[in-house]
């Protein structure tokens, strides 16, 4: 498959050839992994160290989906600033790729993510936070101001921690394995929920089940996290990958103009109020209806044939 590359220090870099391939979120190709830093260590004596380093975030296209696995097993996905820092810039060649449609987030391994790597993040605090994003990324909990364009499904398994809950309450459809346990633990730790949590688990669960949750730093299960919303389905451990991949791929085969107009008027309504919302919905509708995409929808309407949409 072919593989996004940047030119970065904190480039997600894996050459398609020999790219890891998460057949579910419970297995990596280790032995492809492997081959990967061998070849590099080959080319440089210190290639194994930094081929480690390199591969905090993996990418691969499938199709016009973009697969953004986390890949730090070896300390449960637990994210240090080089994690952050790819997980950006894989969030920004999404956003920016006209052929991405939209991305699946995944993470290699046992665990989805332990949460922030405090030992590595805790210094690098200031004043103002943490300087995470850089040239080219688009920071992936989209507190910032700027939202990703296009649509994200998440497939979590294992524990899933504080920024890994942060970044499903982020994206748009999330699929949790059935022995999944979250936990919102900041307020154990001495901090506050710094990824959005304090402002879309309340508006995606109801006020009584976040605080439940945020204040308490108690861990509950995948029933919960379905029964208040969390989580859009609960599947068999081992499938949550294949399940997420299912439904990113129908996004990916409807209209792309369609389905960014669509997320982007939703967001409006939540972000700026239903009527600014109403106000860009007949205008939308004009370019919409205009596009050769909303041509193919309607051929394909009257010849009850598969639409093969095109994206202008």
Not at 48 to 60: F, K, N, P, S
Not at 192 to 205: C, K, M, N, Q
């Amino acid at each position: 498959m072919p593989r996004v590359a940047h030119n970065s220090d904190v480039a997600l870099s894996c050459t398609a050839g020999n790219a890891p391939k998460p057949t579910s979120t419970r297995k990596a190709s280790v032995s492809e992994q492997r081959s990967t830093e061998q070849s590099r260590t080959e080319h440089d004596p210190g290639g194994q160290d930094r081929a480690h380093q390199e591969l905090r975030v993996l990418t691969e296209r499938r199709g016009h989906v973009l697969l953004i696995g986390l890949n730090r097993p070896e300390k449960r996905n637990a994210a240090d600033l080089l994690m952050l820092q790819q997980l950006s810039l894989a969030y920004g060649e999404l956003d920016r790729d006209p052929g991405l449609r939209v991305g699946l987030v995944y993470a290699v391994g046992e665990h989805f993510t332990a949460g922030l790597d405090l030992a590595d993040i805790g210094p690098r605090l200031g004043p103002d936070g943490i300087d995470m994003v850089p040239d080219g990324g688009v920071n992936p909990w989209q507190v910032d101001g700027r939202a990703v364009s296009k649509p994200v499904v998440m497939a979590v398994q294992g524990t899933c921690l504080t920024l890994g809950i942060e970044l499903m309450l982020a994206s748009e459809i999330s699929v949790a394995a059935a022995s999944t346990r979250f936990g919102q633990i900041e307020v154990a730790r001495g901090i506050l929920p710094f990824g959005g949590a304090t402002i879309r688990f309340p508006r995606a669960v109801g006020w009584g089940n976040a605080m439940r949750w945020i204040l308490t730093g108690d861990m509950f299960d995948a029933a919960e996290a379905l029964r208040i919303g969390l989580v859009q389905e609960v599947v068999p451990d081992g499938t949550e990958f294949d399940r997420a991949l299912e439904l990113a791929g129908r996004i990916a085969a409807q209209a792309p103009l369609a389905v960014q107009a669509t997320l982007a008027s939703a967001r409006d309504a939540v972000r700026l109020g239903d009527a600014v919302a109403e106000a860009g919905l007949q205008p939308t509708l004009g370019v919409l209806a205009a596009s050769e995409d909303a041509r193919i929808g309607m051929e394909a309407f009257r010849t009850r044939t598969a639409a093969e949409f095109v994206g202008r």
